[in-house]
């Protein structure tokens, strides 16, 4: 099992540039998460799929747009990259929603110039 | 609303020493609680996790943690610091009423281990 995958590893991008970060999970798991994390902020919710087909904001979903496109895949887009945007993007997935543990991919180093 | 309070950012301890990485939460329900950890570069994995069974819980690596009701404190423990310890530990809660269960996290400790 290779867990939860995550690409790219490492992406700079120019202001007003586009981009899609790829997750794919294999642990058969219904929900998927978009967490960015930032020096002294911990890890913030950007949006969640709590199962196929369904997709809802988290805390700070504004700039980001997301896909479930099936079961394994959960992307998320960033339609015109901004620098308050450079950060790291964890995609993680749960069997059931909170209530267990949650499996975290390698993560996206993302730099916006 | 759900909250985590984890108290200083940064810890450093001796090798061989007593780790204690502090965690308060706050919840309405009854909380689920988990303890992550994040070696440099790389995502976070569970250390453990509590859900209303024992309340002192094992993890992985010699780790373990207890839940304290009356404090609202789930503080994570290992007797004796190894130099593989050093990473950033996360403190996490999810209030398991019905519904999604929406997870916070704490911002952090990061765990120094001195030779």
């Known amino acids: 099992n290779a867990g939860v995958t995550q690409t790219p590893k490492f992406q700079v991008l120019k202001t007003g540039q586009s981009m899609t970060l790829q997750c794919a999970q294999d642990m058969n798991h219904n929900s998927m998460y978009w967490y960015r994390q930032d020096p002294g902020m911990g890890l913030r919710l950007i949006y969640y799929?709590?199962?196929?087909?369904?997709?809802d904001k988290g805390e700070v979903p504004n700039g980001y747009n997301v896909s479930r496109l099936n079961k394994r895949e959960f992307s998320l887009r960033l339609e015109s990259a901004a620098p308050s945007q450079t950060s790291v993007y964890f995609c993680a997935s749960s069997d059931r929603q909170g209530l267990t543990a949650q499996y975290f991919g390698p993560g996206t180093r993302l730099l916006v110039l | 609303a759900q909250s985590v309070t984890q108290l200083g950012s940064h810890v450093s301890v001796s090798e061989g020493a007593l780790v204690l990485l502090r965690c308060n939460y706050s919840?309405?329900?009854?909380?689920?609680l988990f303890w992550y950890v994040q070696y440099p570069n790389q995502g976070l994995q569970l250390l453990l996790k509590?859900?209303?069974?024992?309340?002192l819980v094992k993890g992985i690596n010699g780790f373990e943690a207890e839940f304290k009701k009356s404090e609202t404190s789930f503080h994570l423990t290992k007797p004796s610091a190894h130099m593989s310890d050093a990473a950033e530990y996360f403190c996490?809660?999810?209030?398991?009423?019905?519904?999604?269960?929406?997870?916070?996290f704490g911002i952090g400790t990061k765990l120094q281990v001195i030779p």
């Open positions: 799929s709590a199962s196929e087909g369904t997709t």
């Open positions: 509590y859900t209303s069974a024992a309340t």
């Open positions: 919840s309405s329900v009854p909380p689920y």
């Open positions: 996490a809660v999810s209030d398991g009423a019905g519904g999604y269960q929406k997870v916070t």
